[in-house]
């Protein structure tokens, strides 16, 4: 029997992108979805989708920065489907401007909120549940995370402190049977960074950087390593070949490394 089947799956920024294509996975699997985003519209579609490919989705309109509304979407999935198994803290919002040229100081505030602390709101209200069953806390955080990268300084300080808290969560609930997995993407073929925030701290609508066929990883190759990760409960994923190295310049030559995210991020801009 599939791992998946029958449990229950909480996604956040299950309406589009990752989420989207995560939760639809998942469904085919036969999980539960509990699908988690602002836009009710949105998920309503997905749901749709998740129900198509066989399995069971409800659809809870959520603002992950709300820690009242983290805690009434994990009550509805124990409504809907007597528990939680896994949550995957997927919602997030990215920026693309220099912090020097940057007018809306706000925009780090709101980086933090819904990136980690919307992840730390809902693994809250959902921690008594997955100890219950012994379950999965998966953080769909990015290569950012592990390492600085130009015109996205809030962003990553944001997927740092993901990476902080989750780490040391880790070893909190050694013993409890609950593991967490951290997943770093790179660049994958999803809006975004068209939904980024700029400088005036309102999302740019489009991307700024070359987008063409093969600058990015194909969502569903993305989606594929999340479930594998998810099924071996894997400690932590670093995606791409270069994303690999990366990790391994960061600790032995540092500097060439900050060269290469300045050039790589220099040619996605032509």
Avoid: W
């Avoid at 007018?103 to 980086?111: H, M, S």
């Avoid at 819904?114 to 809250?124: D, E, R």
């Avoid at 993407?185 to 987008?211: I, M, Y």
């Avoid at 032995?252 to 900050?258: A, E, M, S, Y």
Wanted: aromatic letters at 4%.
């Amino acid at each position: 029997m599939c791992a998946m089947q029958g449990k229950s799956v909480v996604i956040t920024g299950a309406s589009m992108g990752i989420g989207e294509e995560l939760a639809v996975a998942l469904a085919a699997r036969g999980a539960n979805l509990v699908l988690a985003a602002r836009s009710e519209d949105a998920l309503q579609k997905v749901k749709q989708r998740c129900e198509a490919a066989g399995g069971r989705a409800v659809a809870v309109a959520t603002d992950v920065g709300d820690a009242e509304a983290c805690r009434r979407m994990v009550e509805r999935a124990v409504e809907a489907f007597g528990g939680v198994d896994v949550l995957v803290n997927n919602a997030g919002v990215s920026m693309d401007a220099l912090f020097e040229e940057v007018t809306d100081l706000g925009v780090f505030e709101r980086l933090m909120r819904i990136n980690y602390l919307g992840a730390v709101y809902s693994t809250h209200h959902a921690l008594p549940h997955l100890k219950a069953r012994r379950g999965l806390l998966v953080a769909i955080s990015s290569l950012t995370g592990k390492t600085g990268v130009p015109t996205r300084t809030g962003y990553a300080a944001s997927k740092h402190a993901m990476h902080g808290f989750f780490d040391s969560l880790r070893v909190e609930l050694m013993g409890t049977g609950v593991d967490v997995t951290v997943v770093c993407p790179g660049f994958v073929d999803t809006n975004v960074r068209a939904n980024a925030l700029g400088k005036d701290g309102k999302p740019l609508q489009q991307s700024k950087h070359n987008e063409a066929e093969g600058n990015n990883m194909a969502l569903g190759t993305c989606v594929s390593i999340i479930l594998k990760a998810m099924d071996q409960r894997e400690r932590e994923v670093v995606m791409t070949a270069k994303g690999k190295l990366g990790q391994f310049l960061k600790v032995f030559t540092p500097g060439l490394l900050d060269r290469i995210v300045f050039k790589t991020m220099k040619d996605r801009q032509r």
